[in-house]
Nanobody, 115 residues
Framework: VQLVESGGGLVQPGGSLRLSCAASGFTFSSYAMNWYRQAPGKERELVAG????????NYADSVKGRFTISRDNGKDTLYLQMTSLKPEDTAVYYC?????????WGQGTQVTVSS
């Protein structure tokens, strides 16, 4: 299983970014996927999740209405569209799936929201 995130960067408050996670080594379309984030000195937290078909999503209260999780099962890719970004969204963002009783993580992509 390999998960490779991309799309992070430095953005001003109020700006937008789209993160991508390219998956390989497993049947992507069969598994729910998640985005987590970890800010310096804080616990890793669940940001958003999506079921295998892409028909059901869930979000942390802190990002509801601003972030959208989606997936393209034809491209084995997970996305996180982030809008109205705030300084408190600054974190390393990780792609995640749970398969055969273990969690799999990507290497993470840094998102920094600052003026």
């Amino acid at each position: 299983v390999q998960l490779v995130e991309s799309g992070g960067g430095l953005v001003q408050p109020g700006g937008s970014l789209r993160l991508s996670c390219a998956a390989s080594g497993f049947t992507f379309s069969s598994y729910a996927m998640n985005w987590y984030r970890q800010a310096p000195g804080k616990e890793r937290e669940l940001v958003a999740g999506i079921n295998s078909a892409g028909s059901s999503t869930n979000y942390a209260d802190s990002v509801k209405g601003r972030f959208t999780i989606s997936r393209d099962n034809g491209k084995d890719t997970l996305y996180l569209q982030m809008t109205s970004l705030k300084p408190e969204d600054t974190a390393v963002y990780y792609c995640n799936t749970f398969r055969r009783s273990r969690n799999y993580w990507g290497q993470g992509t840094q998102v920094t929201v600052s003026s």
